[in-house]
Every structure is written in structure tokens, then in C-alpha cells.
Nanobody, 127 residues
């Protein structure tokens, strides 16, 4: 059984930084991708970033490229999302998700491709 637990959300001023974390437990198969999605009130869940566990390959939404960085810690089975230059439009509930049996160069962006989800952590950016 896979469990994903997010932490690190909070309130930050525009232009500030925040790092959210995702602790994964259960399966440690390297053939996986772990991603961050976000959902703001009244909006659909949208892709933010993903990382392929075996190769470290990454993929980002255009809206966060150059500002956000996804990384992983193999030893701790953790995934991080470093968010810099935050803007009010980044305000959302941020979810960690995992997809298994993923090829080494595949970095999926569709939420339907992810079978495991955390409960989310709220990030609020004030103007």
C-alpha cells in the first residue's frame, strides 16, 4: 500500500519562497514518477511538476518553469517542491501523486496517469 503525506504549506507574501514536501511510504519501486498537482477553489486540478524516480528526469508546467524546482531524496523516499518568486495565482491546495511502472524517460503530466494521491497541503500567497 502506498501512502503519500504532504507538508510545508503555509502563508507567504508575493515574491517569497516556500518548500513543500511529500513523504512516500509503502512501495519503493524505482519505476515510478512522483508529481505535484495543484487545485484552486473553483478550478480544475492542474499539473505543476513531476520527476522520474529512476533517472531524475523532470517536467514542469509552463506557468512555473524557472520558479519551481522538483527534487527527490532516494534515501528518505521524499520529494520536494521548492517554490520561488511566488505569486497570488500560485495559491492552491498542492497534492503529491505517484504513478508506478513508469519507463525511465517518461514524465507523465496527466492526473489520470497517477494512481496514488496525498491529502494535499494549502499554499496561500498574499499580494
Amino acid at each position: 500500500q502506498v501512502q503519500l503525506v504532504e507538508s510545508g504549506g503555509g502563508l507567504v507574501q508575493a515574491g517569497g519562497s516556500l518548500r513543500v514536501s511529500c513523504a512516500a511510504s509503502g512501495r519503493t519501486d524505482n519505476r515510478r514518477a512522483v508529481a505535484w498537482f495543484r487545485q484552486a477553489p473553483g478550478k480544475e486540478r492542474e499539473f505543476v511538476a513531476t520527476i522520474n524516480w529512476s533517472t531524475g528526469g523532470t517536467n514542469y508546467a509552463n506557468s512555473v518553469k524557472g520558479r519551481f524546482t522538483i527534487s527527490r531524496d532516494n534515501a528518505k523516499n521524499m520529494v520536494y517542491l521548492q517554490m520561488n518568486s511566488l505569486q497570488p495565482e500560485d495559491t492552491a491546495n498542492y497534492y503529491c501523486a505517484a504513478a508506478y511502472y513508469i519507463g525511465p524517460y517518461y514524465v507523465p503530466t496527466n492526473p489520470s496517469q497517477y494512481g496514488y494521491w496525498g491529502q494535499g497541503t494549502q499554499v496561500t500567497v498574499s499580494s
